[in-house]
């Protein structure tokens, strides 16, 4: 019984040895065109079980290096606030000295002088009062408590506690400042109102007692923004580090998963000369099965 012609065709294909390089050299060039598509040389642990596997060991460690990026980012916004209040708190006692200063000297228009040393008061609350996003900044861990009431006094709390955030492994920093309420054991506040008061007074040797403590506010606020400033740098430089360990884990990923273009297009080349190989072959073999045939 005769048969068919397709039939002889299609056993010529799926059995000849022409039609079985054929598929292998269209997979393999499938494989190297999509290569090239995607820039990528493994897309799935069966391309490469062990580089697939180092590939995502490094993308473990550029996600902990991201996410330590984003506490440091976090960390710099609360330290850049601190450092605009601290600076703040600096020129307001700089500029009650001032006053002070012109009281001293026997400047008339004393009580003038202690309305503006008051309304520097009024500001230094503010700012001592200051959050970021949401957090008052110099109020210990008690973050969500004003540290100054409405009266001047310190609120009731404990203010003292530390901040800490891990910027890097094993790398822990004190994020807050907690000696920004008091100066010398006295609150912020009442150090400018005992120069309102003394200036009220009249009083040369009050008004020279309370300047003394408005020294001491002017160097205490330079001191502070001066270990703030330390923590900036720390972050600055952590976050440079870690930018610059993620630049190198990504480039040894890169050599792992992507293709090297001017080697993926010579292999396409040489696939492609090979198919043209392979697809005269078959042909070859078809037509001899076709004379065999009839």
Not at 28 to 36: E, I, P
Not at 42 to 57: H, R, V, W, Y
Not at 153 to 178: C, H, K, M, W, Y
Request: glycine letters at 8%; proline letters at 2%; a negative charge.
């Amino acid at each position: 019984m005769s048969r068919p012609i397709q039939s002889a065709l299609n056993r010529s294909i799926a059995y000849g040895a022409p039609g079985r390089q054929l598929g292998r050299t269209r997979d393999a060039l499938n494989t190297l065109n999509t290569q090239l598509a995607t820039g990528m040389r493994i897309l799935k642990p069966s391309d490469d079980p062990s580089g697939f596997d180092q590939a995502k060991g490094l993308t473990r460690l550029q996600e902990r290096l991201a996410q330590h990026q984003r506490s440091i980012s976090a960390a710099t916004l609360w330290t850049d606030q601190t450092q605009v209040e601290l600076d703040a708190l600096s020129e307001i006692f700089s500029t009650a000295k001032e006053t002070g200063l012109r009281g001293a000297n026997g400047v008339l228009g004393y009580e003038d002088l202690a309305k503006q040393v008051e309304s520097l008061r009024a500001e230094a609350i503010d700012r001592l009062n200051a959050t970021s996003n949401g957090e008052y900044l110099f109020a210990g861990n008690e973050t969500k408590t004003a540290p100054i009431d409405a009266s001047g006094a310190i609120a009731a709390g404990d203010f003292s506690g530390q901040r800490q955030r891990e910027i890097a492994p094993g790398v822990t920093v004190t994020l807050n400042t907690t000696e920004a309420l008091q100066v010398d054991g006295v609150s912020t506040p009442d150090r400018l109102q005992a120069l309102a008061d003394a200036l009220r007074t009249e009083d040369q040797s009050a008004i020279t007692a309370a300047l003394e403590g408005i020294d001491a506010g002017v160097d205490h606020y330079i001191r502070l923004g001066g270990l703030n400033g330390n923590t900036v740098r720390t972050l600055q430089n952590a976050s440079a580090m870690i930018e610059q360990q993620d630049v190198i884990l990504g480039e040894r990923r890169a050599s792992i998963e992507e293709i090297d273009l001017a080697e993926t297009l010579s292999a396409i080349q040489l696939r492609q000369t090979g198919l043209e190989a392979a697809l005269r072959a078959t042909a070859a073999s078809i037509q001899q099965s076709l004379v065999n045939y009839l």
